[in-house]
């Protein structure tokens, strides 16, 4: 299959979550998700209905790419059975690709594709990582609202090794989230503060 549902997509912007914050990037944002995060940023949170969802060709979406790597988003990329034939297409093309996922659904994807794993089980039960996706994920992005969720997922953080882990202030209510996570950090130095570039500087 070669076309798959598009949310939206946008060019020549910058990534401005965890490791890759503040490289140019193009977005491929996917439609559909069923986890329900009720800070969802891209109106997922009641599943998204009303949203835009139109059925594009791969081919239109390799003729929109203009920066180096593109970010497969959503929604929930791996709830798509074509995710690894639409990410082959778009490294065809010299490019690299990540995604980014709440790692509630697995599909194995090139080893050249970066994985950023954002766990949503504490917020969603009904859709708990699945053990493949954090063996896989090459950084994790833990959004935090309460400062409880480093304890909810301490036993799967423990056995990361080196995989880098983001604390990102929910971005609604940042006025208390950040200095929050920045306490967490004074208490978890190996850990690193994501805090979604592009909002601040005001681009998607």
């Not at 063996?135 to 880098?164: C, F, M, N, Q």
């Amino acid at each position: 299959m070669t076309e798959i549902p598009i949310h939206e997509t946008f060019q020549e912007t910058v990534q401005g979550e965890g490791y890759w914050a503040g490289t140019p990037v193009d977005f491929i944002r996917l439609a559909g998700c069923p986890v329900g995060c009720p800070w969802c940023d891209t109106g997922y949170a009641d599943g998204g209905k009303g949203l835009p969802r139109r059925v594009r060709r791969f081919e239109e979406l390799l003729a929109e790419l203009r920066s180096p790597r593109v970010v497969i988003s959503g929604g929930e990329p791996f709830i798509y059975p074509q995710l690894p034939d639409l990410v082959e297409a778009v490294e065809e093309t010299g490019r690299r690709v990540s995604i980014e996922t709440s790692g509630a659904f697995w599909q194995a994807v090139p080893a050249s594709t970066w994985v950023t794993l954002s766990p949503k089980e504490h917020v969603s039960p009904r859709y708990p990582v699945v053990s493949q996706m954090w063996d896989r994920a090459d950084e994790v992005k833990l959004v935090i609202e309460t400062g409880e969720e480093l304890a909810y997922y301490r036993s799967h953080l423990v056995e990361l090794g080196e995989i880098p882990v983001f604390l990102q202030p929910e971005w609604t209510r940042r006025d208390r989230t950040l200095p929050l996570v920045l306490e967490l950090l004074r208490r978890f130095p190996r850990y690193r503060l994501s805090v979604q570039l592009h909002k601040y500087i005001g681009v998607e």
